[in-house]
């Protein structure tokens, strides 16, 4: 499976974290790890939208402009707080993606997340 940076994917996160579930998740990794490593680097995405204004999280819902692009059922959270690394194959299927323009905002919860500046 081909997968690029701002798709939206369903993870089976189990074999990371045996706590954890499937669920949404979305890559930002970039395109050149995605083409030659066997791990890549997503966010998890939730439908708890409790902490939905923080800066490390950017809220997706019927009102976004990639709302249908984004493949989510739900509205939902991106949290980048919890970014993960995960074997490709724990990757079920791409579900949608997200636009560049998004992605520029993702890369600014990104930044708050691990303490750029």
Do not use: K
């Amino acid at each position: 499976m081909i997968i690029h940076r701002g798709d939206v994917v369903i993870v089976d996160f189990y074999p990371t974290d045996p706590n954890a579930r499937v669920r949404p998740a979305l890559v930002v990794q970039n395109d050149r790890g995605n083409a030659r490593m066997q791990r890549t680097i997503v966010v998890q995405i939730t439908s708890n939208l409790s902490r939905a204004r923080e800066d490390t999280q950017h809220l997706v819902d019927r009102s976004h402009p990639d709302w249908a692009a984004s493949g989510l059922r739900l509205p939902s959270v991106i949290n980048t707080a919890n970014l993960m690394t995960v074997a490709r194959d724990q990757i079920t299927h791409v579900i949608g993606a997200l636009s560049a323009a998004t992605m520029h905002q993702i890369n600014d919860c990104l930044r708050a997340a691990i303490g750029l500046q």
